[in-house]
């Protein structure tokens, strides 16, 4: 299956306007909150943070072991990011309380948030499938990041970006089995578009990362839907690019990590003065 794309150019895997060395995308005395960091794509994302030189990272996720292992990855290359771990369960109120009121008093105030854990439900039909299955999307994906959201905000600098890992599956109209993950993460990513309109202060982008081989892609392979991989430093690196002052003009958008960033800045005038890239209707009006 090939997915059209806004832009020209469709990366695959990172590329020079987005490399995270690169001075321009510098993250240098960032303090920066990553969810699910420490495996899949959070943890390549904590990779990529590390490479533009945030300050300091701190990783969530419920698993200390996987936390720790991306920690250790790369203390000793980066020595001047300071990695912290928090095991703490998104669907855990007060857990997430506390990390966060720790994070800001260990660190001060948090400059990024990338909301990237989630949860996939087991691929079955409606008719099928186990209700607290299928709902478990809806209590990580969106009761998961509800409570991040309200976590965050008390500690939230005033102009700090947040990024939501969602999926290009919601722009899909159906997709055999996914009912369960396709409704939770289209409620997630609306919710994350209140989050915009209600603090315009706050940088708010929605992201499809791509299609990356990770524990939660695996339990996709016998769906009967082959999508095309890519690389996962195209995600990693695409999210250290959102945040940065480029980026600013997809404030309360959905993108594509694939959609080449220089051609979407072309874009920037009609995109800001249209309601492009933003979910909707189909057809209406
Ligand atoms: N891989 C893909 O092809 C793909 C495509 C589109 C979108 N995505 C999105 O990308 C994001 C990352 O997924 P991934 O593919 O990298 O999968 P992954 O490797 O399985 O990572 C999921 C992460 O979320 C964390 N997590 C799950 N439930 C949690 C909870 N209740 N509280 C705190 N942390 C929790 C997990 O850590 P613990 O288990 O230790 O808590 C894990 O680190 C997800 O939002 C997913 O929907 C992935």
Redesign the pocket.
């Known amino acids: 299956m090939a997915f059209p794309s806004p832009t020209k150019n469709y990366h695959t895997t990172s590329y020079p306007d987005i490399d995270p060395t690169s001075a321009r995308l510098s993250t240098k005395g960032k303090n920066v909150v990553i ?8 943890g390549d994302t904590t990779l990529a943070f590390a490479k533009s030189g945030a300050s300091n990272i701190a990783l ?4 200390e072991k ?1 936390l720790l292992e991306t920690k250790k990855r790369l203390a000793t290359q980066y020595s001047g990011t300071a990695i912290s771990t928090y095991a ?4 855990d109120k007060q857990s997430l309380e506390r990390a966060l009121a720790t994070i800001h008093s260990s660190f001060g105030t948090i400059d990024v948030l990338v909301a ?5 439900p087991t691929l079955q039909s409606i008719a099928d499938t186990d209700l607290d299955e299928w709902y478990n999307g809806f209590e ?1 994906n969106v009761k ?1 990041n509800f409570n991040l959201i309200r976590a965050f905000l008390p500690h939230a600098a005033e102009d700090a970006a947040v990024i939501n ?4 599956i919601v722009h899909l109209p159906f997709l055999k089995g996914y009912s369960g993950y396709h409704t939770s ?1 289209l409620a997630s990513a609306k919710m994350f578009d209140y989050l915009h309109k209600e603090h315009p202060n706050l940088f708010v982008l929605n992201v ?5 081989v ?4 695996d339990k996709t392979k016998d769906s009967g839907t082959v999508l095309p991989f890519d690389d996962v430093d195209l995600p990693a690196s695409f999210v250290v690019w959102a945040v940065s002052p480029e980026a600013r003009f997809l404030n309360g958008r959905f993108v594509w990590a694939h959609w080449d960033v220089n051609e979407l800045k072309g874009m920037a005038k009609d995109i800001e003065s249209s309601d492009k890239f933003t979910l909707g209707l189909l057809g209406w009006p």
Do not use: C, E, F
């Open positions: 969810t699910g960091g420490g495996s899949g794509i959070g969530l996720g419920r698993t996987t703490a369960d998104l669907v990237n854990a989630g949860y996939l990580v998961g890992i969602s999926t290009g993460k499809h990362p791509g299609v990356i990770t524990a939660m892609n």
